[in-house]
C-alpha cells in the first residue's frame, strides 16, 4: 500500500529549513526604556536619603501608594512629579528579585568631590577619615559607610579603579549612607596618604599579621583609619605609607575579620576615645 500522506497538522513537524515561523508575541510585556542618567536607585531608606540631599539630582520619581505615604514627610513642600506605579511595574523595570520597597528614582550621579589636604585636617578633627585600599566588593563598602555615618567618621577615601561605582547595588547596601558620608576618589592612594601625613593627620592601617593591637594605639587627634581588601589585605606601598600598623585582637589567632567588620570595629574604639577625651577647642 502507498504510504499515508502527513497530516497537515504534521507537515510542518520536522521541517528544519524554510522560512521560520514567527515568534508568538501576544504575551511579550514590553520592555521599559533605558534609563536616560546614570542611575537608578531604590528601596525606602536609599531615597529617603536621596531626596533629603541637596547634592543629589532626581530626575524622575517612581513610588507605589504605600512607598509614597512612608515617604510623606520627606516629600511634603517638595517640587517633585511623582509616577504612581505598582510593584510590578518596578519589578519589571528593575527585576523580580530587587527588593525595592515600592520606590524607585533616576538619578544623575553625585558631584565628585576633590581632596584637598587642610580641609582634609578639619574634617578629622571632627572624625575619623577611612581609607579604603581596593575594597571592591559594594556590599562590603555599603556597609563601611553605614558604619562611617553610625559612628561620626568624616568621610571615606578610595581609589578610582579597583573600587566599586557609586552605583544602586552600593547605595542600596549603605541604606541611605551614600548620601551621608563624603566619598573621595584618588588616582593614587598612596601620594593621597602622603598628603594627608603632610597636612597632619595621623594614619593608622589595619594589618591582621601587626603585633601592635588596636586596642594600644592612641586614637586622639586627627587620624585616618586604612584598611585593605579581604584577603589582600593592605598593599606594601599602603603599609609603607602608615604611621602605624596594627590589629584587632581576637579571641583566637584563626578568627578573622570581614573588612566591614573591622571598620566597625575600629570606628567604634575611636568613637568612644574621642568621647571620653573630646579634643580641644
Known amino acids: 500500500m502507498p504510504p499515508r500522506p502527513p497530516h497537515p497538522s504534521e507537515r510542518n513537524k520536522h521541517r528544519t529549513s524554510g522560512r521560520a515561523r514567527a515568534p508568538d508575541r501576544r504575551h511579550r510585556k514590553a520592555r521599559p526604556p533605558a534609563p536616560e542618567t546614570?542611575?537608578?536607585?531604590?528601596?525606602?531608606?536609599?531615597?529617603?536619603?536621596?531626596?533629603?540631599?541637596?547634592?543629589?539630582?532626581?530626575?524622575?520619581?517612581?513610588?507605589?501608594?504605600?512607598?509614597?505615604?512612608?515617604?510623606?514627610?520627606?516629600?511634603?513642600?517638595?517640587?517633585f512629579t511623582i509616577e504612581r506605579v505598582s510593584p510590578k511595574d518596578l519589578d519589571r523595570r528593575l527585576g523580580a528579585d530587587t527588593v525595592h520597597q515600592g520606590a524607585a528614582a533616576e538619578v544623575d550621579p553625585l558631584p565628585e568631590r576633590s581632596l584637598?589636604?587642610?580641609?582634609?585636617?578639619?574634617?578629622?578633627?571632627?572624625?575619623?577619615?577611612?581609607?579604603?585600599?581596593?575594597?571592591?566588593d559594594p556590599h562590603n563598602v555599603g556597609a563601611i559607610l553605614r558604619s562611617a555615618a553610625a559612628f561620626g567618621a568624616a568621610g571615606?577615601?578610595?581609589?578610582?579603579?579597583?573600587?566599586?561605582?557609586?552605583?544602586?547595588?552600593?547605595?542600596?547596601?549603605?541604606?541611605?549612607?551614600?548620601?551621608q558620608i563624603p566619598i573621595y576618589l584618588v588616582q593614587n592612594l598612596a601620594e593621597a596618604m602622603s598628603a594627608l601625613a603632610e597636612a597632619g593627620i595621623r594614619i593608622v592601617g589595619l594589618d591582621g599579621?601587626?603585633?601592635?593591637l588596636l586596642e594600644d594605639i592612641a586614637l586622639a587627634g586627627p587620624i585616618a583609619l586604612a584598611l585593605g581588601a579581604e584577603g589582600k589585605g593592605l598593599r606594601e606601598r599602603t603599609r609603607g605609607s602608615c604611621h602605624h600598623l596594627c590589629r584587632i585582637g581576637t579571641a583566637t589567632a584563626?578568627?578573622?575579620?570581614?573588612?566591614?567588620?573591622?571598620?566597625a570595629i575600629a570606628l567604634h574604639l575611636a568613637a568612644m576615645r574621642r568621647r571620653a577625651h573630646p579634643p580641644q577647642t
Request: overall charge negative; charged content about 25%.
Open 156 to 179: 571615606v577615601i578610595m581609589t578610582r579603579r579597583h573600587s566599586p561605582a557609586l552605583s544602586a547595588t552600593l547605595a542600596k547596601s549603605a541604606s541611605g549612607a551614600l548620601e
Open 254 to 263: 584563626l578568627a578573622s575579620l570581614n573588612v566591614s567588620n573591622a571598620a
Open 116 to 136: 584637598d589636604a587642610a580641609d582634609m585636617l578639619e574634617a578629622a578633627e571632627r572624625g575619623p577619615l577611612l581609607l579604603l585600599d581596593q575594597v571592591t
Open 38 to 79: 546614570d542611575q537608578i536607585l531604590y528601596g525606602i531608606h536609599v531615597l529617603g536619603a536621596a531626596l533629603a540631599n541637596p547634592d543629589r539630582t532626581i530626575h524622575r520619581l517612581w513610588l507605589t501608594e504605600n512607598a509614597e505615604r512612608r515617604l510623606a514627610d520627606i516629600l511634603r513642600g517638595r517640587d
Open 209 to 212: 599579621d601587626a603585633s601592635d
